[in-house]
Nanobody, 120 residues
Framework: QVQLVESGGGLVQAGGSLRLSCAAS????????MGWFRQAPGRQRELVAT???????NYAISAKGRFTISRDNTKNTVWLQMNSLKPEDTAVYYC??????????????WGQGTQVTVSS
């Protein structure tokens, strides 16, 4: 059983910054992909950013240029540095991880989410 613990959410003014952190525990295997998703009220969940164990990154168009995802493979930790925050960034942010099982196939795990609120 893999647990994802998120932290760093909060309330900020537009133009401010937040740094989200997510640590995975309960596995001795390396995590193939870690990432961040978000869901705003009345909206579908959307991808924000992902990063592979090799360091390959993928960003949503709305996040690219403002957000930076990074990870520590040894600690199984992923961060999301969010700069120049906008009110439309307001959402619950979820950490996700694809963890290889003993058989080699990945299993997806999700954190409980952390609220990010950006005021104008």
């Amino acid at each position: 059983q893999v647990q994802l613990v998120e932290s760093g959410g909060g309330l900020v003014q537009a133009g401010g910054s937040l740094r989200l952190s997510c640590a995975a525990s309960g596995t001795s295997n390396s995590i193939n992909v870690m990432g961040w998703f978000r869901q705003a009220p009345g909206r579908q969940r959307e991808l924000v950013a992902t990063i592979t164990s090799a360091g390959n990154t993928n960003y949503a168009i709305s996040a690219k240029g403002r957000f930076t995802i990074s990870r520590d493979n040894t600690k199984n930790t992923v961060w999301l540095q969010m700069n120049s925050l906008k009110p439309e960034d307001t959402a619950v942010y979820y950490c996700a991880a694809a963890v290889p099982s003993d058989s080699g196939s990945d299993r997806d795990y999700w954190g409980q989410g952390t609220q990010v609120t950006v005021s104008s």
